[in-house]
């Protein structure tokens, strides 16, 4: 079951209620990330350096929600890039365990439900195994998360799911990047020089 977040940003309540609860640990949970953070200490950063980087951050993607909600009205959605990704039913982290009905194919987008922000987006044609495994965003979402508990801030990860990506791996690749180019979520490479992330290195 899915329930839709809500439009209204800035409204912490909302997101957390608009998530699909799972009883099983969470893969992003403190307990996931052991391994990594103790082969790969980070030195937290400073809570007004964290603060500011994240309101850039959420005023540039919240800028850009309200210019698209005026061209998705006028297009009609015609292009897939005008989906909004906080839109889009937010799940909890386990979110391989949802039913294959939905399909495989998929652009995924990782958020920080609290403020909220886009931190990384992503795409893969086997969605139910793309994070059991090794990935990158995994140790960025793990600083991330050391430095926010350090200076007692909150954090609630989720993650959406754009079911209409082309099974075809070059056309799902170029879709991928016109998200990533268009929202600039820190986490992806591409948009590291945009707002000097730490916790990549």
Do not use: M
Not at 95 to 107: E, H, M, N, P, V
Not at 166 to 183: C, H, M, N, S, T
């Amino acid at each position: 079951p899915t329930i839709r977040s809500q439009e209204t940003s800035g409204c912490r309540k909302s997101h957390r209620s608009s998530i699909v609860e799972y009883q099983q640990d969470s893969l992003f949970s403190t307990n996931s990330y052991r391994v990594a953070d103790r082969s790969e200490p980070y030195l937290p950063i400073s809570l007004a350096i964290l603060l500011d980087w994240q309101e850039r951050i959420k005023k540039f993607q919240q800028k850009l929600r309200a210019e698209q909600a005026c061209q998705s009205h006028l297009f009609n959605q015609i292009d897939p890039t005008l989906i909004d990704p906080f839109s889009l039913p937010i799940y909890r982290e386990e979110f391989y365990r949802l039913s294959k009905a939905q399909g495989d194919a998929c652009i995924y987008f990782v958020f920080d439900l609290t403020i909220p922000l886009l931190l990384y987006i992503g795409e893969t044609n086997h969605c139910y195994t793309r994070w059991q495994g090794l990935h990158d965003c995994k140790i960025y979402l793990s600083r991330y998360r050391s430095v926010l508990n350090y200076h007692q801030q909150k954090i609630e990860i989720g993650i959406s799911f754009s079911w209409d990506a082309p099974v075809a791996k070059q056309a799902r690749l170029r879709l991928e990047q016109a998200f990533i180019g268009k929202w600039r979520p820190p986490f992806n490479k591409e948009n590291w020089h945009y707002w000097q992330t730490p916790f990549v290195s």
